[in-house]
């Protein structure tokens, strides 16, 4: 029935139930009554409790010891120990670099003193771990070189790939310069001192800068310090601002960059400016490229090929429908850009939009229903049409008419 115990009050103690009472010897000294039980100190429990608060700061005392005695060893080492820290750092580093490249078919890059760029078939090391629902495109970098461009000027539509493009290169480029094999077929690289980029739009509200400050900021910061071992993305530079200003800052950029800044750099520039592809035949080593597109009567097809051609159109309004915009916002959009493309931006020459209802009883922008209709019967041979035949094509077509109908009133 005895037991014993321990609390921050009475330190250690014996514990008598009730019954027990009568049996306990006389030098137990009753320290606290409880309901059911006593609790009870000896002599010798007091020496234990001495003993043990002892021991406690006996082990405080030598367990700083042996931490202060540890710190002196790691000081007289550290240098060592940080060359270690290093080098297993760079292993681990590398040895993450080749894991990967071995599980994703990596190859070893050419890196030379001579400047240009060379990639076969490359791949974005990021995205096409992503792409879920379709494989990632190779695409093909030139640039630099005797022959070959210096300046290449990006065109397209959005969603093409531009952007993409772009940003490979970058990746690839510091990729191979930090020791590791990149995601390409083969790939040659020069040495680079930096890789200057232009992409995005942010602003900078807390010291006061504009979404179009901090673009015209980086570009600043570009031109300022580009080198002969330079390479240089910009992403639509001038965009922030109204089309001829931006166009003209853009235009300005690209002759600074080609034969001003007292370097010769290699600069990737995407734009959906298309008169900047101009250039090309008053600049020497400006190339134009654009992403290829193909146009079916459902719409477009982003390919995400590199071709080398530019581009006549951004697709903005294609976009624009697949992002969801509302059918008159399309039709009306479609209008405008016909009537600027043709006649430039007159205020009196903009007409009114036309009444909803009229909208409705035409053919409606982009419809994918209507353009089938349209193709199907281009397609017929009605010479030699059977009755039965003519009679399927036509309730067939009704059926087509009377759903575009519907979709367009809904």
Known sequence: ??????????????????????????????????????????????????????????????????????LDRVIARALDLQMLGRLLGLLDCVASLARVAQERGYVRPEVSAPRGIRIRGGRHPVLETTCTDS????????????????????????????????????????????????????????????????????????????????????????????????????DEVGRGTSTWDGMSIAWAVLEYLHHDCGAAPGVLFATHYHELTCLEERLEGVRNFSMAVSEGSDGILFLHQVVRRPADRSYGIEVARLAGLPKSVLRRAFELLELFEKEGFERSSI????????????????????????????????????????????????????????????
């Open 1 to 70: 029935r005895l037991r014993t115990g321990y609390n921050r009050v009475f330190g250690y103690y014996l514990e008598i139930g009730r019954t027990g009472l009568e049996t306990v010897p006389p030098y137990f000294e009753r320290r606290q009554t409880l309901v059911n039980a006593e609790r009870f100190v000896t002599p010798d429990l007091r020496e234990f409790q001495d003993k043990m608060g002892r021991s406690e700061g006996e082990i405080t005392r030598i367990e700083a010891e042996l931490y202060r005695e540890i």
């Open 135 to 234: 494989s990632f495109v190779p695409n093909d970098v030139t640039l630099g070189g005797e022959s070959e461009a210096r300046i290449v000027i990006l065109t397209g539509p959005n969603m093409a790939g531009k952007s993409t493009w772009l940003r490979m290169t970058a990746l690839l480029s510091i990729m191979a310069q930090a020791g590791s094999w990149i995601p390409a077929e083969s790939a040659s690289f020069g040495l680079i001192d930096r890789v200057f980029t232009r992409i995005g739009a942010r602003d900078d509200l807390v010291r006061g800068n504009s979404t179009f400050m901090v673009e015209m900021l980086e570009t600043a910061a570009i031109l300022n310090n580009v080198t002969d071992r330079s390479l240089v993305i910009l």
């Open 351 to 410: 007409p009114d939009p036309l009444p909803l209802n009229h909208l409705r009883g035409q053919m409606m922008l982009f419809s994918t229903e209507t353009d089938a209709i349209v193709e199907e019967l281009a397609d017929l041979d009605v010479n030699n049409l059977t009755p039965m035949r003519a009679m399927e094509v036509l309730y067939g077509m009704k059926e087509k008419s009377e759903k575009a109908r519907r979709s367009r009133e809904h």
